[in-house]
């Protein structure tokens, strides 16, 4: 009687509500909405003062091969600052790391110098170990614009001091005199060390000193009295150091983690006009890229990022280039105004493609670890 009666209701429906041809199926199934995916980790990646030219001159240098082809999404960013078209490393990073506009020579501040949080610090307030490298000092501009707030990029001994108001948890880079010669007399290296920092020096080469601190709690590394030397010249911490940060870093993390990471003479290179210095620093910079990539990539919860503040020297290749003979030439002793690439990749790298303002990569990274 039961199979009567829906055979009946079924001859009803056709009848009198089904369109002509059109076959009555089931309900459509709702899928559990997919929760997007997020990022766990951020290395960030600044090849400072690196432009295309700087990008295609390395290339070739390199036998036309470079590991940033590795990258799943370019974009490219406007790197203009809030009160100049040429913007400098300053106002760059702190776009980088603040998501504002600022004025060239400003450090972790907006156009008015009220303090701006940065990445690095709200990763801090989540309870994110966090750490920065560079072949620079660590007060130079960009490292400094994700740790310090100032007014001007050159107060070195300020920014210095804003190192004691943070938990960052491993950093490595040049500058001690800004540590411990200071005109305020104060010994910031052994008021480091009482916060709970293993410091070191060049004094004992850095593959020395982090195997006997390998159970340290913070690292604090300085590389070199005052600038750290050229690639070219002997400088060989970059990649060491920036690779046992990361997995400092993982290692101390339960939640994710936070590293930033310049290259930062490619720009001195331009500023002097030096074909040779800026590849050097390039390749040097490719290296660690490929490695970065290969740590990323077998973590699978990581994403690179990586761009330049700007471009430096209006540094192009000319006619009568070969592979194997480069013929380069500069603009200029300065930075140019050119807009510049941004590579991504590994969860939420897709955030990365387009063109966009410089400001926009910090909003893109909070939004990669979930935070907006």
């Not at 052994?190 to 195997?211: H, I, P, Q, R, V």
């Not at 913070?218 to 070199?224: A, E, N, P, R, V």
């Not at 300065?334 to 897709?350: L, N």
């Amino acid at each position: 009687m039961r199979i009567l009666i829906i055979s009946i209701i079924v001859i009803l429906l056709y009848a009198c509500g089904t369109p002509k041809g059109q076959v009555l199926t089931s309900a459509p199934l709702i899928e559990k909405p997919v929760k997007p995916k997020i990022a766990k980790n951020v290395i960030f990646l600044i090849g400072d003062g690196m432009g295309v030219g700087q990008i295609t001159a390395g290339t070739y240098a390199n036998g036309n091969k470079t590991s940033l082809e590795r990258f799943s999404v370019i974009g490219l960013h406007k790197p203009y600052s809030h009160n100049s078209l040429i913007t400098d490393s300053a106002a760059a990073a702190t776009s980088f790391a603040c998501g504002v506009k600022t004025f060239n020579g400003a450090i972790g501040v907006d156009n008015d110098t009220l303090p701006v949080r940065t990445l690095l610090e709200e990763a801090e307030a989540y309870n994110m170990p966090t750490g920065l490298v560079a072949s620079s000092t660590i007060v130079h501009a960009t490292p400094a614009s994700f740790i310090a707030h100032n007014v001007s990029r050159k107060n070195y001994e300020e920014i210095a001091a804003d190192f004691l108001k943070t938990d960052i948890d491993y950093f490595v880079g040049g500058g001690k005199k800004y540590f411990d010669r200071r005109t305020d007399e104060r010994d910031l290296v052994t008021e480091l060390t009482t916060k709970g920092y293993a410091m070191g020096n060049f004094l004992e080469d850095f593959s020395t000193y982090k195997s006997k601190n390998n159970t340290a709690n913070k690292i604090g590394y300085l590389t070199s009295d005052s600038d750290p030397l050229p690639v070219a010249q002997g400088r060989d911490y970059l990649i060491d150091a920036s690779m046992h940060g990361i997995e400092f870093l993982d290692n101390k993390s339960t939640g994710g983690f936070f590293i930033m990471i310049e290259s930062s003479q490619i720009d001195w290179g331009g500023h002097s006009n030096d074909e040779d210095y800026i590849i050097s620093e390039f390749l040097e910079f490719d290296k660690l890229i490929g490695q970065v990539l290969d740590w990323a990539a077998k973590d699978g919860e990581t994403l690179v990022v990586l761009t330049a503040d700007h471009e430096t020297g209006g540094f192009t290749i000319q006619p009568g280039s070969t592979m194997d003979s480069l013929v380069t030439t500069f603009t200029s002793t300065k930075h140019s105004g050119d807009f510049i690439p941004v590579f991504a990749d590994g969860p939420c790298a897709e955030k990365f493609s387009g063109l966009y303002e410089n400001t926009d990569i910090y909003h893109r990274i909070r939004e990669a670890y979930g935070w907006e």
